[in-house]
């Protein structure tokens, strides 16, 4: 019986491309994998996972991908071709649990990242986790659930980081019958890298860190870091921090340093000022069809708690399910729409901001009702 990632790409991805793949990021097995059906679950970590870990399973995996990924068209072609299943976020999906079930009935294999997105400092990403939802999913297949724990992907190559490291990558495959399996792949680079003192050298390591670290953790100034060499500096202070070859930032894991961030930028943004993010690229799609609405190319100014490009204004308590994708596109939904904005360095940014200040906003009318 044929199965939807049984296909002439999958064949000659496993032939040619995995084989590269595996030498490359010098991977690492241990465990043990059953025969299918199964569900496969992984910590997200890198934007080639899958590749990581189909080396080590010889049926074709069909991948649970975020409907973002299907709206360009190259993109789509390739993941219908790899049997790949779509997924819509923040919000039920009953299509992509009819797929599921039916692969899985065939005797096929589908594989998901709990997580939905990259982790952006090397941590498992349990705020992003709806427990309750794996829970109900893994007990509704009542098939097996083979966990794959990822460790020095992340390393090897932060999703913030312009360059790569050396890379070495170790994965762990562990079979288990009930949500306990979610347990297996809470991991964490950093507990992990205390023991395992794993060097990772590159060059221009510091390069991108933009991206998420945006507070300069000495003088506390909005934007003023930049990456250069191995190297962060503030264009303020002229202070400066190394990034070392196992990953630390003059001995802090990246983790520490981001907490104290967004401390100083939670007390920050109880008076943000106006700020402009220059020329990114927002889309417009209808929630429901996917439909292309509106696609404008212009900068981004955040004032009053309004995000203004062109001329669309998308006040922040309506903006809902926000998630990052890959590094450069956050997305969210407003009303009956999906909203995609693209930029070099400040989805992650944009991010935060959104939830942050939700936060203080939720929690000032609360005290104005009380009062």
Avoid at 27 to 43: A, S
Avoid at 136 to 150: D, F, K
Avoid at 227 to 255: E, K
């Amino acid at each position: 019986m044929s199965l939807p990632a049984d296909t002439f790409l999958w064949k000659f991805g496993k032939s040619w491309v995995v084989p590269f793949i595996q030498k490359r990021y010098c991977i690492e097995y241990r465990g043990e994998v059953p025969q299918p059906p199964y569900l496969l679950i992984c910590n997200h970590v890198s934007a080639i996972d899958p590749f990581f870990v189909a080396p080590y399973i010889h049926a074709p995996i069909s991948w649970v991908v975020a409907q973002i990924s299907f709206q360009n068209s190259f993109e789509r072609f390739l993941l219908k071709k790899i049997g790949a299943i779509q997924k819509f976020k923040s919000r039920p999906d009953p299509a992509m649990l009819h797929t599921t079930l039916n692969i899985l009935d065939k005797g096929g294999i589908v594989g998901l990242f709990p997580e939905g997105t990259i982790t952006w400092t090397g941590e498992f990403q349990d705020h992003l986790l709806s427990e309750r939802g794996m829970e109900r999913l893994i007990l509704a297949l009542n098939t097996p659930i083979v966990a794959a724990r990822i460790q020095g992907a992340w390393l090897s190559h932060p999703v913030w980081a312009v360059k790569t490291r050396k890379p070495q990558v170790f994965i762990n495959f562990k079979t288990f019958s009930d949500p306990s399996a979610i347990d297996f792949i809470r991991h964490s680079e950093w507990e992990w890298q205390k023991s395992r003192h794993i060097h990772y050298p590159g060059k221009g390591k510091a390069f991108g860190i933009e991206r998420v670290l945006w507070m300069c953790p000495q003088c506390s100034n909005f934007r003023t870091l930049t990456g250069q060499g191995d190297t962060i500096i503030c264009s303020l202070c002229q202070n400066h921090w190394t990034i070392d070859d196992y990953g630390y930032i003059d001995g802090q894991p990246l983790p520490d340093l981001f907490a104290r961030q967004i401390h100083i930028f939670s007390q920050w943004l109880h008076n943000p000022p106006l700020i402009t993010i220059p020329q990114v690229k927002l889309t417009l799609r209808d929630a429901r069809t996917t439909r292309l609405m509106k696609t404008i190319n212009h900068q981004l100014i955040i004032q009053n708690d309004v995000f203004i490009c062109g001329d669309v204004n998308l006040e922040i308590m309506k903006m809902k399910g926000m998630n990052t994708h890959f590094r450069d596109i956050l997305e969210f939904r407003y009303d009956n729409t999906m909203v995609r904005i693209k930029t070099t360095y400040s989805s992650f940014l944009l991010y935060n901001w959104i939830i942050i200040r939700k936060k203080i906003l939720d929690e000032s009318q609360k005290i104005q009702n009380i009062v």
